[in-house]
């Protein structure tokens, strides 16, 4: 009886990580389409890269512990009203899924789209190894930029102006 238990574990545990390896095959590539998405909004919905299609979308990967992360958060939500007719900011929280960040959201006055990847299967397809990093699609859905690390004002403003002469 445990070795037949052992066996159904063992066949459930390569099932799941096949399919855990089958979901992240994607691989985020600057000029390539930009990876789907797995990750939830705060509603527990699942979010979408076409809710975004038809304007460029700066995928911005966070975490509540990451300084330059919460840095940037007040200039990604002013450029986000600044550019929302050509440019939409969406938060990729990389948190557990104990932490509020709703919370931390309203306390931050964020407004723009903020989605979470618990499961980390996003991180994956971009290759994020650390927060902040972020990037820019196209209204095509072509990744344009990739940017690792927190980024000031200025630089900020510069890939957000871009993004609207290429319109």
């Known amino acids: 009886m445990l070795a037949d238990t052992k066996k159904v574990g063992g066949f459930l545990l390569l099932a799941a990580a096949l399919l855990l ?13 930009a990876p789907a998405l797995a990750a939830y909004d705060l509603q527990g919905n699942p979010a979408s890269l076409e809710k975004w ?5 700066y995928l911005n990967f ?8 919460l840095v940037e958060m007040p200039v ?3 450029l986000s009203k600044e550019f929302g007719d050509s440019i ?12 509020n ?3 931390l959201l309203d306390e931050r006055q964020v407004s723009f789209p903020n989605v979470r990847d618990q499961l980390a299967i996003t991180q994956e397809r971009y290759q994020v190894i ?11 859905g072509k990744l344009t930029g990739q940017y690792i690390g927190m980024l000031h004002e200025p630089e ?12």
């Not at 992240?24 to 590539?29: C, D, F, G, I």
Request: charged fraction near 25%.
């Open 21 to 33: 390896n089958g979901c992240k095959e994607e691989k985020a590539e600057v000029g390539a389409a």
């Open 88 to 99: 939409v900011v969406v938060g990729i929280n990389t948190d557990k899924e104990e932490m």
């Open 53 to 57: 299609q038809g304007k460029h979308v």
């Open 101 to 103: 960040i709703q919370a």
């Open 62 to 69: 966070w975490a509540s512990n990451c300084g330059g992360c």
């Open 130 to 140: 650390g927060t902040p990093t972020a990037f820019l699609i196209d209204p095509q």
């Open 76 to 78: 990604l939500e002013k």
């Open 156 to 167: 900020l403003k510069a890939i957000f102006e871009k993004s609207r002469q290429k319109g």
